[in-house]
């Protein structure tokens, strides 16, 4: 049995190294390197920063060093983890560096419109379908701890916050969320109004006013967009996850 100790250990000290602060740097550092000016110049002067940051945040997320330290780590440190590179690439500006998040984590490759019956694709990625499936499979998948997948929340999370870093007034910016939620459910092929979405869009809100460090009980800890991250409400019976 002495041998079952010694592989077990062995076992738990390699997990121990994939997962250390040296290692973990490495990877990110490598991510980081491998994913500047997927836009080339002059090309790049047209677009918004944080679409430009956006694009080389999709890069980064999508190479097999972010996948690494993706699957090493839990669902909140990769969630914090995209947020602080956009913002770092974004030189510390909060819209740009939302903006950048919310377009790297986008995790639908098309919306299936219903037009008259007939389903209408409308693509929302100049990926190739082998790019944007890697690209997806590194967010984080269970970021609220629930059992189905929950990667499109990202993009509800960081598009409430770059939209309330910009607009300013909540109830503009949770009307936007509904808004969004009903044109799905109208006009989409499979859509519903998901309280998980809303909820995820109520946080995003929440994070923007710490992160902006307009909230009386801002701490350096609050600038973590996991801080904001809230328990799901319960999602009635029939709704299941969405395309």
Not at 29 to 40: G, L, R, V
Not at 105 to 124: A, Q, T, Y
Not at 161 to 185: C, F, H, Q, T
């Amino acid at each position: 049995m002495k041998w079952l100790a010694v592989v077990a250990l062995l076992a738990a000290s390699g997990r121990s190294f994939a997962q250390s602060p040296d290692s973990i740097q490495r990877h990110l550092a490598k991510a980081s390197s491998e994913s500047h000016n997927s836009i080339p110049f002059p090309f790049s002067l047209l677009l918004p920063e944080g679409i430009r940051i956006g694009y080389d945040l999709r890069d980064y997320i999508a190479s097999p060093a972010f996948g690494a330290f993706d699957s090493s780590m839990p669902a909140e440190r990769v969630f914090d983890e995209i947020y602080f590179e956009a913002m770092a690439r974004a030189h510390g500006d909060i819209a740009s560096g939302l903006l950048a998040a919310a377009f790297g984590s986008f995790e639908h490759e098309s919306i299936p419109f219903d037009f008259f019956g007939l389903e209408l694709d409308l693509p929302l990625t100049s990926e190739d379908h082998a790019r944007f499936l890697k690209r997806q499979s590194h967010l984080p998948a269970h970021l609220y701890r629930i059992p189905e997948e929950d990667r499109d929340k990202l993009q509800h999370f960081f598009s409430s916050a770059w939209l309330k870093s910009i607009v300013g007034m909540d109830w503009l910016v949770e009307l936007a969320g509904r808004a969004v939620e009903v044109g799905e459910d109208l006009f989409l092929v499979g859509g519903f109004q998901d309280p998980r979405d809303i909820h995820a869009n109520e946080d995003g809100l929440h994070f923007a006013i710490r992160a902006s460090g307009t909230s009386d009980s801002c701490t350096d800890s609050d600038a973590r967009p996991s801080v904001s991250l809230t328990p799901n409400p319960p999602v009635p019976m029939g709704n299941g996850n969405r395309h």
